[in-house]
């Protein structure tokens, strides 16, 4: 076989949303920051191609995302990443934070010491410690110390065509969220609306994105609603999530960016407080164990420190391959698997 490309992936998955690390023959990625690499990676035509050949199909797929190990610029920090995902490449995650600690303890790139590993990955967004409680050579969870949090704007009102006014929270949690209220759209959060709550989000989020402008203060690579995330609570205090990802599809974790947005959410309406710690569940019933650590600034404005707590399991090992002569080496996305939108892609 001459293959023109390789790349091999681990396969891990964090409480049941896939997140691929690719931890062999990732191609240098130009820029001097996490964030100037990220940038490249959205704007240049070659990381394009690197997005569209790992995440779309034949050798991609509309769930989960791909995670690209990268050496890390920050002295404190041990491995650095960037997720690229079908839409564009993305600055943080919760769920892949856990998949690439888990990867990189169980594979030995990272050595793994037991009770405890403690490794710092450097993100486009800053620095996430994760904590990882170590057993018998596996990772059995991982406590995640996110980046500073904080509400862009509470109470946004959005005119859509199908469920008139809609409220929205527009929060930063790593990347930038629209927190729905899920009765505002006449759903629930469960398996069997997971069709229609993707719709709704991909609707939501193209009107936010269309009229409001939103922009890291101090990290302008970082910009624009990347997901519409719905949320209820149960009567236990449980927090209900259903975070929408483009083209069409509904995260399978409770999602950690979009928990640590919300919570910052909380904090400024007075329902979260330093020490706090509570359950958010999955549209699969999945969970993650969210904390507000501590509270500081950016740019001035207030901003919370979010634990997220899950675990990541590893199911594979994949090597990604190029063909010369494959007629498809772009990739392709019908909208019989990836929904509507697809037929942007």
């Avoid at 920050?74 to 856990?98: K, M, R, T, V």
């Avoid at 059995?140 to 109470?155: A, I, N, R, W, Y």
């Avoid at 402008?213 to 302008?220: A, L, S």
Wanted: one cysteine or more.
């Amino acid at each position: 076989m001459r293959w023109k490309r390789t790349i091999q992936l681990l396969d891990v998955h964090a409480e049941g949303e896939i997140g691929r690390v690719a931890i062999g023959g990732v191609p240098k990625i130009p820029g001097e920051t996490i964030a100037a690499q990220l940038h490249w990676l959205n704007t240049d035509p070659k990381g394009d191609e690197l997005r569209r050949f790992l995440c779309l199909e034949p050798r991609g797929a509309p769930i989960g995302s791909v995670n690209l190990l990268l050496p890390a610029r920050h002295p404190e920090a041990d491995a650095a990443f960037i997720i690229l995902q079908p839409d564009q490449a993305h600055a943080s995650s919760g769920s892949n934070s856990i998949c690439v600690t888990t990867a990189l303890l169980e594979s030995g790139i990272v050595e793994m010491q037991e009770p405890e590993t403690i490794v710092t990955l450097e993100t486009a967004a800053g620095l996430v410690k994760a904590t990882a409680t170590c057993r018998d050579g596996r990772c059995e969870k991982v406590k995640l110390t996110m980046v500073p949090s904080f509400v862009h704007q509470l109470d946004v009102e959005i005119d859509t065509p199908h469920w008139g006014k809609i409220k929205a929270d527009l929060c930063y949690g790593g990347i930038f969220y629209a927190l729905v209220d899920v009765g505002q759209i006449g759903l629930t959060i469960e398996k069997a609306n997971a069709a229609g709550l993707v719709q709704a989000g991909m609707i939501l989020k193209e009107l936010i994105n269309r009229d409001i402008k939103v922009v890291h203060p101090e990290i302008p690579a970082i910009s624009g609603v990347a997901y519409v995330m719905f949320r209820d609570s149960e009567a236990d205090g449980t927090v209900r999530t259903c975070t929408t990802m483009w083209p069409g599809r509904a995260d399978r974790s409770p999602c950690g960016t979009g928990n640590s947005a919300n919570l910052a959410a909380l904090h400024a309406r007075g329902k979260a407080k330093v020490g706090d710690v509570f359950t958010s569940k999955s549209i699969i019933g999945s969970e993650f164990e969210v904390g507000l650590q501590a509270l500081t600034e950016v740019a001035g404005r207030p901003a919370v420190i979010p634990t997220i707590t899950g675990r990541g399991f590893t199911f594979g090992l994949t090597q990604v391959a190029l063909d010369p002569f494959d007629p498809h080496p772009g990739g392709f996305a019908l909208t019989d698997v990836w929904g509507p939108s697809a037929g942007e892609i």
